[in-house]
């Protein structure tokens, strides 16, 4: 066991009180940094063909689905955010989009790097913590957290204190707190730490790393962490990924040609063609906004939209005999529904 400084040592005597009588300005500034983002995809994990992610269907271009690193690692921001930011850590989020560091479209990894550890140091964050994930040729599998070898006790503290959450609720290999000089470790002025959460390249990995209730505990063990790091004590329950419903899954589209009125009011021109609706639903009948959709009309073209709040995805079909086809576009889900396109009468 490291030793503790004073100051921690103090908080932590104190943590039950500190809990119920802390205001948000006496606990500390945590940047949390999603790493990659934008046209910088991290490392690419394939995924079997069944598993909903939770995340935007991603696909390689043999168009199999494929888990992208920047994906795990900002939902994993987002859910770790939430879980500090509803214990009163004020937090910055060194991007909060699919963009590189500072939401800004990626242009070279130097300028990501710089914009991620120019925000923490202007916002005077007191702890940094990157949220990476892991490949590698030799299927290696499991979870090691990153230091700088130079950094101060306390992050070397932080670092082991992150290591031991992750491997007690992910409960993957412990591969240790290891030390790099990673470009956002050395440019922080701050206690900051790298962590790599589970292996993308490691099939037993990759599909933990697909569940949002793993990355929700992932986020939860990061967060546990920092909490005892500020001295606050006992965190609560960390590795339960509770209050996190899996996703629902698409279970039925409905496919009807509407009338000529509404075919004009969608602005779809009578003697060219129909508005035609598809309406997705999941397992309980609700409709399901933001599902991709693909369809293919009677002359062969090929339409991709996604569904609206209530469920709708409209469609312009040609009035030319023939099918119409529409099936959600999310990996591992099967769910099409077709019907004849009658001939138009002159
Ligand atoms: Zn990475």
Redesign the pocket.
Known sequence: MPAVPASRTLLGALGATLVAATSAAALPVVAIDA??GGSDS??IGALAPEVVTGLEPRFNVFLQPVLL??DV?LDVANRLNAWLAARGFPTLMTRSTDNAGGDVPYTSEGADLKARTDAANAALAEIFVSI????SRTGASGTETYVRSSAPEVTHLLAAGVQRTLVACLGLPDRGVKERSFYVLRNTAMPAILV?GAFLSNEVDVGMLASPDVRQRMAEAIGGAIFQYAGLGDPGPICSGVGVAPPPVPKKIVLTRAGRKLTQRAGINPKRGDLWIATVRDASGAPMSSIPVRARLPNGKGVNTTSRPDGKALLAVPRRKGRVVVAVAMPGIKVAARAKVPARRR
């Open positions: 790493g990659h991290g490392a690193e920047k690692n990476h994930q892991n490949s790599e």
